[in-house]
């Protein structure tokens, strides 16, 4: 039975593994996170499709689940805000 400065001493080295290893484990994720990841860049006059993300149980456009629309769209860009804002204006193509 551990007591006193053992157990603390104890239990330290354990968090530090603990520590080390999620340490460990988000850089790994952060590798694999960004091999997959790509810039996005629009120009004015590209057509985009909005991604829709319903709510689980939530009725959108009309449809449930399996049959609800993943994307909405196609919209045309017609200028650019910022470095990552667009306006969009709707155009049926």
């Not at 001493?9 to 694999?32: C, H």
Request: charged content about 30%.
């Amino acid at each position: 039975m551990l007591l006193g400065p053992d157990l603390v001493r104890e239990t330290t080295e354990k968090i530090s593994v603990f520590r080390d290893r999620i340490l460990a484990v988000q850089s790994w994720q952060k590798i694999y996170a960004n091999r997959r990841r790509r810039p996005l860049d629009f120009e004015v006059g590209n057509f985009v499709m909005l991604k829709v993300s319903p709510m689980k149980g939530v009725k959108h456009f009309k449809k449930k689940r399996k049959l609800a629309p993943r994307y909405i769209g196609s919209f045309r860009i017609i200028g650019r805000v910022g470095a990552v804002s667009y306006p969009w204006n709707y155009q049926i193509c």
